[in-house]
Structures are given as C-alpha cells and as structure tokens.
C-alpha cells in the first residue's frame, strides 16, 4: 500500500551506515516515523527531501504497519536558516516542540502550518527571533489546547491586570493575588496586547504585530516559560539556541 503525502521532517536518527529513521509530520497523517533506505548515502535521490527541517512530498511504502519512503521531493527548504548555526538551532527547538505536541494519526494541519509559517518568518522575512519565539510558543500551546484565559482577572475582572500565571494560563492584578502556589509573571506594556493577538488573531497574520525591547524580551521569556510549564518538559535545542545567541553576541557575532 502507497501513501502519498506532504510532510515536514522534524527528527532524523541515522540508524546505520546508509539508512536514517524519520519524525515527519504529515498534513494529513500527523506525525509518522519513516524509514529512509540509503538516504546518506551520497548519491540517494532522497538525501535532500529527507533532510532536517524540510517541507517535502512523500510518497510512503506500508507494509504491515511499517512505512519506508520509497519516493522524496523537496518542496521548501528553507535555505536562509540553514546559513545561520543561531537561526538553525532555533528552528531545530521549533521542529522539537511541534513533535512533542504532534500526535500520530491524528492530522493536525494548523501545527503544521504554524511550522512552516515560523520558518518562512524566521528565514526568508528576517521577522526578530524574540517576536517569532513568543508568536511560535504561545500558539503552539494553543494548538496543543493551553489556551490562556487573556479576557480579564480572575478574581476582580480588571481588563488590564498586571501578572499572568503560568499554571493556570490566567490573568490576575498585582493586587489580587490570584490563588495559591502558581507562578506569576509581570507584564510590561505591550505584552498582554501583543499576548492577546497572538491568540486571537488569523494564522496568516501571527508574525504581524509589533514589540520592542524589554517588553519583547520578557514576553519571550513568559512565553518559554508557559509552553515549559504546560507541556511540563524541557528541550536541549533551546538549551542549544541560548548557548549560540548568547556565543554570537558576546564574541561580535561570530560563531
């Protein structure tokens, strides 16, 4: 049996000498494991649809539940993050998350498209990595069904509070406190607007809003900590992604 499907490849695990293991996450399927046959091997016609972070069409051999690629065509792969190691690894903590969120046969077209629309952003619009790393985060945590609750406090119903809580995804004023035991972060100016569209707004225009600074660096940083505390895991591509920004900034952007 044949399936034939567009997909992003989200992990790779090279298995011998020729073949590779692939996460791909289907527009249609979810997320499948595929085997690659003979993929690293120089002179495969599939080594460069299989690759890392590739929007590819796939054509896929089952048998008795085990799907091999049998045919690859790239359809986007995205080369300008692939000519910057901090773009890269950033996009690499981005292909990480979508996989812990993805679900096999369960097809997810959104996840899908909020993938490819972050590294378009990323690569190819040149969008701040800050603002592309919050927009990502907290849809992402939409799609894997965290939405916060942006409407107002909790307890007083203030429509500008100034905290947020990471365990209940809520809004509460410094004032009221909100309940016991969850962590709150501030919120600068901006950010619960920028937070608000994010969720709020068509998936065409999610990298469209604008915030600087502090503003922007701390909703990135409360963005990371949300998707963190809901999926309740860490990942080593952003442990990764830090170590390369902060390498690059500190040694005049050469890495």
């Known amino acids: 049996m044949y399936i034939k499907t567009e997909a992003m490849v989200l992990r790779e695990v090279e298995i011998n000498d020729a073949d590779k293991l692939l996460d791909i996450l289907s527009k249609d399927q979810g997320l499948l494991t595929v085997k690659a046959r003979g993929v690293r091997r120089g002179s495969s016609p599939l080594k460069s649809a299989c690759q890392l972070l590739t929007l590819s069409e796939f054509t896929l051999f089952d048998y008795r539940g085990k799907l091999t690629v049998r045919e690859a065509q790239s359809l986007e792969q995205f080369r300008p993050l692939r000519e910057d190691i901090v773009l890269l690894a950033l996009s690499s903590y981005f292909a990480q998350t ?14 899908l498209s909020l993938l490819c629309n972050a590294l378009y952003a ?34 007083c119903g203030a429509l500008e509070p100034e905290r947020f809580d990471l365990s209940s995804g809520s809004l ?78 500190n040694h005049d952007g050469i890495i």
């Open 98 to 111: 979508t996989a812990a969120v993805a679900q096999e046969d369960a097809p997810n077209p959104e996840l």
């Open 122 to 155: 990323l690569g190819s619009l040149k969008k701040p990595q800050e603002l592309v790393k919050a927009a990502f985060e907290l849809r992402l945590a939409c799609l894997a069904g965290f939405t916060p609750d942006l409407s107002a406090c909790g307890v």
């Open 172 to 249: 509460c004023c410094a004032a009221c406190g909100g309940g016991e035991g969850g962590i709150r972060m501030p919120l600068r100016s901006g950010m619960l607007a920028a937070m608000r569209y994010i969720v709020w707004c068509p998936p065409k225009r999610l990298f469209s809003f604008r915030l600087e600074g502090e503003s922007l660096t701390e909703l990135s940083s409360l963005t990371e900590a949300y998707l963190m505390t809901q999926l309740e895991h860490s990942f080593n591509t952003l442990d990764f992604y830090k170590s390369m920004r902060y390498y690059g900034e």
